[in-house]
């Protein structure tokens, strides 16, 4: 067991269905699996109204060092269930990620570039946290009843019902339900039971975890390594997590003895080449595994609906796996009404497309002004006219942007699969000097202004009008050779997206600051 955490123990209570056993008990909506995308599918479900059963066969949270990444709209997922301000309080928040090649640093982002969000880019915590905290919500919570050591042994769906059979260590009873929600993990018993299939790949590759206790003044920042002098040839993965704990992440290659490479005195002398021979620290948890990226193909049975690992399995890399299990359990529409059809859950079989490189709303490069496109401002708009507009006479003109504002209809909302900075009109002023006179402006008006933030080739402020749009304002510093520069990559660069769908380094001195001395301001 872990030197830095307890795990609870939770009691198994005898289900009244044992003791009438002629009885067949109905419920509403029965969810399999306490791990955290069963939990939240549960804990989403009662929050609606909506009577829950969640049956789990064990008594404790997750065993050892599994998933540790939360990402932005995973928090706000928690925070949704009522468990994102503990998860906050006790991970470690991140932005930044940095990539090296041997010693070399060769890519870096920043998840949060701007300050005004109300989570950070990601957050570190160990998964039986995670799964402690939904366990308080989900006992907490009115309408859902959880069971532990009440293990599923049998499935049959029916056109109106799924009836269950449920093994505990007093004896077996008998379920039925509207919707069986099927969160059991990668093995999924239940996936079996049913002969459904998933299909895809399995990588010939291993990874060696080690998660490490040890004071170290690194930066709460996620590292990665290719090639690295301490373990040449391969790749290492560094992250910090709650309690002083490291998890580092070597690949071994598939040749690698699993059961050999967990020993100690295997284990050990890695991290010491990687920290160095006086850093101390202690083994707190390691194993060797390997990684599959698997997808059934449909996630909805009848009345039966699979999500998390059970529906859908990646790669650890890109922290997507209880991210998009959380996500996964706001696509399943559920209707419990004992007599409803099944159409409801058709979008839950449908996998997520990935977003096209370039988007239509979103940043845009600014764009030339014209004597007929003066101001968008000049009067406030008649929609929003009992709301304080103190824009109309701090913004100078700007390219024509037309917005419509429907009264009888509800606000527009913002996307939520993206960041709050992603969605944002952008426009154009004369010169810098008129972009430092209105960013002073707004700020004496009381309006929060974020920047002036260089793009290179021009320098831009953001802020919210009154009516709640994320607003853009551009001036032009572009230098002499730069468009040209740019010119000469474009096809290479969108070459480089479509095979890797990662961002080009071609243009790379756009970010990095280069472009000061290769682009001198006269030539």
């Not at 990444?69 to 925070?79: N, S």
């Not at 969160?183 to 895809?200: K, V």
């Not at 690194?218 to 990665?224: G, I, K, L, N």
């Not at 996630?299 to 059970?310: C, E, I, P, S």
Request: aromatic fraction near 8%.
């Amino acid at each position: 067991m872990l030197k830095t955490y307890q795990y609870p123990k939770y009691p198994f209570v005898r289900p009244a269905e044992l003791d009438h056993p002629e009885q067949t008990r109905h419920v509403p909506v029965v969810v399999v699996g306490a791990g955290p995308v069963g939990m939240c599918a549960a804990l989403d479900l009662a929050q609606k109204g909506k009577p829950v059963l969640l049956l789990d066969d064990d008594d404790t949270v997750s065993i050892g060092s599994r998933g540790v990444c939360y990402a932005k709209r995973a928090l706000e997922i928690l925070d949704r269930l009522g468990v994102g301000e503990r998860v906050v309080q006790k991970g470690v928040s991140w932005n930044v990620g940095r990539t090296f090649y041997r010693n070399d640093e060769v890519f870096s982002f920043n998840l949060v570039p701007e300050p005004d969000h109300h989570r950070p880019g990601m957050v570190n915590l160990q998964q039986y946290y995670l799964e402690e905290y939904l366990v308080d919500a989900c006992r907490a919570t009115p309408g859902l009843e959880m069971r532990w050591k009440n293990k599923v042994i049998a499935v049959t769906p029916g056109e109106t019902v799924v009836a269950l059979r449920v093994e505990t260590p007093e004896g077996a009873y008998s379920l039925t339900c509207d919707w069986l929600i099927v969160a059991d993990g990668a093995r999924s018993p239940i996936r079996h039971m049913l002969g459904l299939d998933i299909e895809g790949k399995i990588f010939m590759d291993r990874f060696l975890i080690a998660d490490v206790v040890m004071k170290a003044d690194f930066p709460a920042e996620r590292w990665f390594w290719f090639d690295p002098p301490f373990h040449p040839g391969q790749s290492v993965l560094l992250h910090k997590q709650a309690d002083n704990v490291w998890r580092i992440d070597f690949q071994l290659g598939w040749d690698a003895d699993p059961e050999l490479e967990k020993r100690p005195e295997r284990v050990i002398p890695r991290i010491q080449a990687m920290l160095g021979d006086d850093r101390e620290f202690e083994l707190e948890w390691v194993s060797v595994y390997t990684f599959q990226c698997r997808r059934m193909n449909r996630f909805n049975h009848g009345r039966v609906l699979f999500v998390g690992d059970a529906a859908h399995q990646v790669s650890p890399f890109g922290a997507r796996g209880a991210n998009s299990g959380t996500r996964s359990i706001c696509c399943a529409r559920i209707n419990t009404s004992r007599h409803a059809g099944v159409r409801s859950t058709q979008t839950q079989s449908t996998p997520r497309l990935p977003v096209p490189p370039i988007a239509t709303v979103g940043r845009t490069e600014p764009k030339r002004r014209s004597e007929r496109s003066r101001s968008c401002h000049s009067t406030p708009n008649p929609t929003s006219t009992t709301r304080k507009n103190t824009l109309s006479t701090t913004i100078p003109p700007v390219t024509t942007s037309t917005r419509f504002e429907l009264p009888t209809r509800p606000p527009m909302g913002r996307d939520p699969n993206t960041p709050a900075w992603t969605q944002h009109i952008a426009f154009e002023v004369e010169s810098m000097d008129v972009l430092l006179e209105t960013k002073a402006r707004l700020e004496a008006e009381g309006i929060e202004v974020v920047g002036p933030t260089d793009h290179a080739l021009f320098q831009s402020i953001y802020f919210f009008d009154p009516n709640g749009h994320r607003i853009e304002l551009a001036a032009n510093t572009l230098r002499p050779g730069m468009l040209e520069a740019l010119d000469k990559v474009k096809w290479e660069m969108l070459e480089a997206w479509r095979q890797t769908k990662r961002a080009p380094q071609h243009a790379r001195w756009m970010h990095d600051g280069r472009y000061i001395t290769m682009f001198p301001e006269s030539q």
